[in-house]
């Protein structure tokens, strides 16, 4: 069974670009979240979806937006990049069921 | 507000000795307490967890504690080998929010 598949794997932007990163979660899985990993640092919660809908939103300006198709993929969207958005960013799928959320390898997001 | 400490930040042990990672959470409402694995460049690998109505799980070499009344939880490996060296993080969550506190990590080297 695939795990959860994000694209790209690697990403290099410039300050002020968009971006946009996406996610599959493993087949069954209804919900996903992304965090946000700065080097040297543990992975902070930014957005979790379930069914389409929000359902948390972390601490990050309103540049960041995600959002949930349905088939459960999802989007992470960054405007206006800043040089501090450089980290990688990962999606996390989890049974609504269940609390066990499953990451995927991330994506490392360089702005230069 | 919601924070995980971990301790230490880095952990050296020679191959076979046991490993002990600490964590200390702050949310008297979090119930759920997963710690992760994650080698470089790949994304954090779920390798035990417990919930709040269990004071310890194990699995095979690896073992995890929770104490709630002191808001303690730790990770125990035994008969460490090279191939632990990662960096462990812990997290707490509350069920239903599926938002994961992490902790800053610890970067275990197993010395053959």
């Known amino acids: 069974d695939a795990g959860v598949t994000q694209s790209p794997t690697h990403l290099i932007k410039t300050r002020g670009q968009h971006v946009t990163l996406r996610c599959s979660p493993i087949?069954?899985?209804?919900?996903v979240s992304w965090y946000q990993q700065v080097l040297g640092q543990g992975p902070q919660f930014i957005f979790q979806?379930?069914?389409?809908?929000?359902?948390g939103r972390g601490n990050f300006p309103d540049r960041f937006s995600a959002r949930q198709f349905p088939n459960y993929s999802s989007e992470l969207n960054v405007n206006a990049l800043l040089l501090g958005d450089s980290a990688l960013y990962l999606c996390?799928?989890?049974?609504?069921?269940?609390?066990?959320?499953?990451f995927g390898q991330g994506t490392r997001l360089t702005v230069v | 507000g919601e924070n995980v400490e971990q301790h230490p930040s880095t952990l050296s042990v020679q191959e076979g000795d046991s490993a002990v990672i600490k964590c200390t959470y702050s949310?008297?409402?979090?119930?759920?307490f997963p710690w992760y694995k994650q080698e470089l460049g790949k994304g954090p690998q779920l390798i035990i967890d417990?919930?709040?109505?269990?004071g310890e799980k194990k699995d095979q070499r690896i073992a995890v504690t929770l104490n709630k009344t002191a808001k303690h939880f730790s990770l125990h490996i035994t008969e460490t080998q090279p191939e632990d060296s990662a960096v462990y993080f812990c997290?707490?969550?509350?069920?239903?929010?599926?938002?994961?506190?992490f902790g800053t990590g610890t970067r275990l080297k197993v010395l053959a």
């Open positions: 996390a799928s989890s049974d609504w069921m269940n609390t066990e959320a499953f």
């Open positions: 087949s069954g899985h209804k919900s």
């Open positions: 979806y379930y069914e389409k809908e929000e359902r």
């Open positions: 949310d008297s409402a979090s119930n759920y």
């Open positions: 417990i919930r709040s109505n269990v």
């Open positions: 997290a707490a969550s509350t069920s239903g929010t599926y938002k994961y506190i």
